[in-house]
């Protein structure tokens, strides 16, 4: 899934709301959903190219989700991979692409 996001924050400010943002997200307790994140990574590369993954946990259902963000002067461009398609029961993915892209846009408004 790749969701493209417009801004006009400039590479430095978009790269420090992005890479705060998933830093909380990774540490959010999602218990009340039964859900738990676990072993959250996330690296910035040459550039501005951020790598992240982590596991989401239902119950007995695991799935790792792999994904990057790249950051530019005007636009973020996401994408996330799934790396298993049991992330598919966990989370729809039209739902979550939808969530993902109104919560991008708060944050680089």
Sequence with gaps: MEITISH???TTEAVKRIDN???ELMKKDF???KVEIKDPEKLWRIGNLM???FKVKQGFKRAKIEGSI???EKKAVLNIQPSNPIVR???DE???KKVVETKARELLS
Aim: aromatic residues 10%; glycine residues 4%.
């Design 51 to 53: 790598i992240f993954s």
């Design 94 to 96: 039209d739902k979550l």
């Design 31 to 33: 218990s009340d959903k």
């Design 70 to 72: 790249r950051v530019e």
């Design 8 to 10: 006009n924050l400039g």
């Design 21 to 23: 943002f998933l830093s």
């Design 89 to 91: 029961t966990l989370v």
